[in-house]
């Protein structure tokens, strides 16, 4: 089982920015690819944003130049940094990682991911 922590989040005017981190600890020696989804009220999860451990990414169409997404593969961390935020931005986001080396156990190829961090964006 893998616990993944996220932090950040909160509530912002339209404009504003913050940053969502979420960070993989354990006996982890590398994940593949590292991201974040979000849910809106009555809408499905979507992607936000992906970073493989290869360096590339991919956005969704409604974020592309807004948000950025790093990560850290040393510390298995991956932070959203999100900007000129929308009020259609609101929503709760997870972070999800998939494919991941154990440190003793070999490749896991599954899918974990966080609890869900609630952003809203609203004057």
């Known amino acids: 089982q893998v616990q993944l922590v996220e932090s950040g989040g909160g509530l912002v005017q339209p404009g504003g920015s913050l940053r969502l981190s979420c960070a993989a600890p354990g006996r982890i020696s590398a994940i593949n690819v590292m991201g974040w989804y979000r849910q809106a009220p009555g809408k499905e999860r979507e992607l936000v944003a992906v970073?493989?451990?290869?360096?590339?990414?991919d956005y969704a169409e409604s974020v592309k130049g807004r948000f950025t997404i790093s990560r850290d593969n040393a510390a298995n961390t991956v932070v959203l940094q999100m900007n000129s935020l929308k009020g259609e931005d609101s929503a709760v986001y997870y972070c999800?990682?998939?494919?991941?080396?154990?440190?003793?156990?070999?490749?896991?190829?599954?899918?974990?991911w966080g609890q869900g961090i609630q952003v809203t964006v609203s004057s």
């Open positions: 970073h493989s451990r290869s360096g590339s990414t």
């Open positions: 999800a990682v998939v494919g991941i080396w154990n440190d003793g156990y070999g490749f896991d190829p599954s899918a974990y």
